[in-house]
């Protein structure tokens, strides 16, 4: 993590977005490659069947505030765990929240 260190708040919102990419995106097509819709379980029944539900990746869309709300989070936490000044007053605000996510994509 110390060789990786953010340099600035910019470095921040770039691990924030690869972050969100892996989680919501990558990871789950790689799960539904791995164990496609089709996929029966060894007593012939179909994987995702109730109570399980396939996911659904999610590509980030720097207009739905749930996404920058995020990345504008995890880049904050991260800025502070290394001591890296966030350029913004008050961070917790849309305004700044949609800022980062315009700034991610």
Request: aromatic content about 10%; proline content about 9%.
């Amino acid at each position: 993590m110390l060789e990786k260190k953010p340099k600035n708040f910019m470095d921040c919102l770039e691990n924030a977005r690869k972050k969100f990419e892996k989680s919501f995106n990558h990871d789950i097509k790689q799960l539904l490659h791995v164990y496609p819709l089709d996929a029966k379980t060894k007593e012939g029944n179909l994987f995702w069947s109730l109570p399980k539900r396939p996911p659904v990746p999610i590509d980030f869309d720097p207009n739905e505030i749930l996404h920058c709300t995020l990345i504008a989070s995890m880049a904050c936490l991260r800025a502070r765990l290394f001591f890296i000044e966030i350029p913004n007053t008050s961070p917790r605000s849309d305004e700044f929240r949609r800022e980062c996510g315009a700034l991610a994509n």
